[in-house]
């Protein structure tokens, strides 16, 4: 499974970004994509996570700003999960990086980690 990740960048205290995950290859043994993210002096930490059918889980302290979702599945070759963030805060600037878990022992696959700033 390749994962391919996009949308980072810069954003205002208060503002809103999206970020998309493309996942190509063994999508039929995917058993959950999600979001990692790794903020300053802090290790790699779970954001959120979805299964094929939607079942989520999400960080504690990230529930009701954060929303990840299934998007539009481009070929029957391509999975797409999305994340969408609101209401962004200084902390949450960091790398974040798309996970999916494959096949029946759950091997796991990362995406190159895009950069969100949060900063005015």
């Known amino acids: 499974v390749q994962l391919q990740a996009s949308g980072g960048g810069l954003v205002q205290p208060g503002g809103s970004l999206s970020l998309s995950c493309v996942a190509s290859?063994?999508?039929?043994?995917?058993?959950?994509m999600g979001w990692f993210r790794q903020t300053p002096g802090r290790p790699r930490e779970l954001v959120a996570r979805?299964?094929?059918?939607?079942?989520?889980?999400?960080?504690?302290s990230l529930k009701g700003r954060f929303t990840v979702s299934i998007g539009p599945t481009m070929s029957r070759m391509k999975n797409v999960v999305d994340l969408h963030m609101r209401d962004l805060k200084s902390e949450d600037t960091g790398l974040y990086y798309c996970?999916?878990?494959?096949?029946?022992?759950?091997?796991?696959?990362w995406g190159q980690g895009t950069q969100v700033t949060v900063s005015s």
């Open positions: 979805i299964t094929p059918l939607g079942d989520t889980v999400y960080a504690d």
């Open positions: 290859g063994s999508i039929t043994e995917i058993q959950r």
């Open positions: 996970n999916s878990e494959v096949g029946w022992r759950g091997d796991e696959y």
